[in-house]
Every structure is written in C-alpha cells, then in structure tokens.
T-cell receptor, first 116, second 114 residues
Framework: DTGVSQNPRHKITKRGQNVTFRCDPISEHNRLYWYRQTLGQGPEFLTY????????KSRLLSDRFSAERPKGSFSTLEIQRTEQGDSAMYLCASSRGTAPNPYEQYFGPGTRLTVT | AQSVSQHNHHVILSEAASLELGCNYSYGGTVNLFWYVQYPGQHLQLLLKYFSGDPLVKGIKGFEAEFIKSKFSFNLRKPSVQWSDTAEYFCAVPGSSNTGKLIFGQGTTLQVKP
C-alpha cells in the first residue's frame, strides 16, 4: 500500500478564515479517523467514518468543524472562522476495521495548521 | 471511561542504557493495547500491539512490552537504546464505542545522547 496521505502539510491562515484539509486513506481501508494533536499532547479523536457514513463525532468538534467522506474514499476536514486555538496538527488515520486487528490504524503525516 | 496514563513525560538516556516507559490504562472491555512512535519529522507509526495471548509482545527495532493485567500496565522496554530511538512514544487503547477510535496517552519524549 502507498500509505495515508494528507494535504496540505502546512497551512498558515489568518483568524476568521476558512480552511480545508484533505486525507487520502489506504485504498482498501473502510474506516477513517481524524485526530488533533497539540504540542506536548497525544492525539485526540475528532471524528470517525465507516465508508461514507460519519458515525461518531467528539465533543471537541465544534459546529465550526465539518468533515465529509464522499463515496467512502478521501475525506475532507473543514474549519470555518478559524480561531487561534485551532492551531494544531490535524492527523488522519485509516484502518480495515476487521479481524484480526480491527483497531490497528495507519497514520498520515498530518497537516500543521497555524492561525495568526 | 477509557483512559491512558504515561508516567514519564521526558526521558534522557545515554546510548546502550536500558529503557522502560510506563503506561497504565483504564479499560472496561477486551484489552487491546498499542504503542506508537513518532520519530522527529515523521508520522506516527505502530511500534507494537497486544490483542491476546502471550502477554510479552515484541515489536519492531528491538522493542517489547509486557501486559500485566493485575497492574493495568503495558510498559515499553528496550534493553539497549540507540541514538536513533530518539522520538516521542505514545501508549493507546481503543475508546469505549465500537468505532475503533484510539485514546492516547500524553506521550513520552525520549532523548538518547550519543
């Protein structure tokens, strides 16, 4: 497999602007996850897709955040009206979701967002 | 609720020293435990995992971890570290829902001095 890819790798935006990130999972993986990681912390779960269905969203995901996974392939994460507190690394991961290792996730390189 | 606690936030070792990083978890279901590693400038990658069977799990690059059910622990070990092991290490467990999301510990930064 070619691994999970994310674009862009870095994004600098001004407060109040909208940003969109893209994640391309490993092709045969039907589960896709978004996490957020801030400095000195472990990744925190944001949302989960099984195929095209968004099945879980964290309380961290305010109404300014929206994620989609049309056709169950790539996914996008959009942040509207960005705030400085949104500055973080946004990670995407995918997994097969089936035995023997349903929880084994493969992570992308992340998109580092800086809100000025 | 599921949670993970990593005791050591920053560890500095000399090359050839032995390593043990602590991880304690709170988890109500079937135990699945993971250690992920993030080398400088690289993405998170799976170091090793425990699902069932032998509680001593061997991973890549000479790392191993032991699942001790009575202590709710899954400590990471390596007998002799190398400079290239400098990285951030995360312990993780699945969340309570059946989605496969992972709950990560705060992470331990390991710095190995040559």
């Amino acid at each position: 497999d070619t691994g999970v890819s994310q674009n862009p790798r870095h994004k600098i935006t001004k407060r109040g602007q909208n940003v969109t990130f893209r994640c391309d999972p490993i092709s045969e993986h039907n589960r896709l996850y978004w996490y957020r990681q801030t400095l000195g912390q472990g990744p925190e779960f944001l949302t989960y897709f099984q195929n095209e269905a968004q099945l879980e969203k964290s309380r961290l995901l305010s109404d300014r955040f929206s994620a989609e996974r049309p056709k169950g392939s790539f996914s996008t994460l959009e942040i509207q009206r960005t705030e400085q507190g949104d500055s973080a690394m946004y990670l995407c991961a995918s997994s097969r979701g089936t035995a023997p290792n349903p929880y084994e996730q493969y992570f992308g390189p992340g998109t580092r967002l800086t809100v000025t | 609720a599921q949670s993970v606690s990593q005791h050591n936030h920053h560890v500095i070792l000399s090359e050839a020293a032995s390593l043990e990083l602590g991880c304690n978890y709170s988890y109500g279901g079937t135990v699945n435990l993971f250690w992920y590693v993030q080398y400088p400038g690289q993405h998170l990658q799976l170091l090793l995992k425990y699902f069932s069977g032998d509680p001593l799990v061997k991973g890549i690059k000479g790392f191993e971890a032991e699942f001790i059910k009575s202590k709710f622990s899954f400590n990471l070990r390596k007998p002799s570290v190398q400079w290239s092991d400098t990285a951030e290490y995360f312990c993780a467990v699945p969340g309570s829902s059946n989605t496969g999301k992972l709950i990560f510990g705060q992470g331990t930064t390991l710095q190995v001095k040559p």
